[in-house]
């Protein structure tokens, strides 16, 4: 007598479904994980997001300071070397106003300063320096906004050895 097989044995469903629920379980998991890791990244971009935002706020304070300074250094001004002078003197060798720097560039009187926004960057400002006269009645005008490196941040896995952050 011959034995008839036909269909699938009681094992093979088992192993089957074993699969599957192993598969769900991997596919959950790196789920989760990726969900977490994107949640960390946004925690962080927010945090420089803001971090980047509160030294902005700060240079549109010092930056009114500027103006206001330079708007009285005119009215007490009489002509266009004048100015420049009291400018010069003003913020130049300056202890309380240490921050700022004032260089002279193919004519142009610039004033920069730079605040920290974190760590590792700080916003760079470069103003043009200008003498409010019946041409133009600004009294600066912004040169350059712009986010660089600290150059006293170090990076802390090159520090440890690790060889990661290396670059030749």
Known sequence: ????????????????????????????????????????????????????YKACTDADIVLVQIYNELNETAAESTDREEYYKAVSSKYKNNSSKSFYTLTEDEGMTKLGFTLPINEQQNLQILLDINYPDSGDYSVFHIDSYKTVMNPEWHDDSEAEGSGLMKFD
């Open 1 to 52: 007598m011959k034995k008839i097989t036909g269909g699938m044995n009681v094992g093979t469903s088992s192993v089957l479904s074993a699969f599957v629920i192993l598969c769900l379980v991997t596919f959950a998991a790196l789920s989760f994980l990726s969900a977490n890791t994107d949640h960390n990244l946004s925690k962080q971009a927010a945090a420089k997001t803001k971090e980047y």
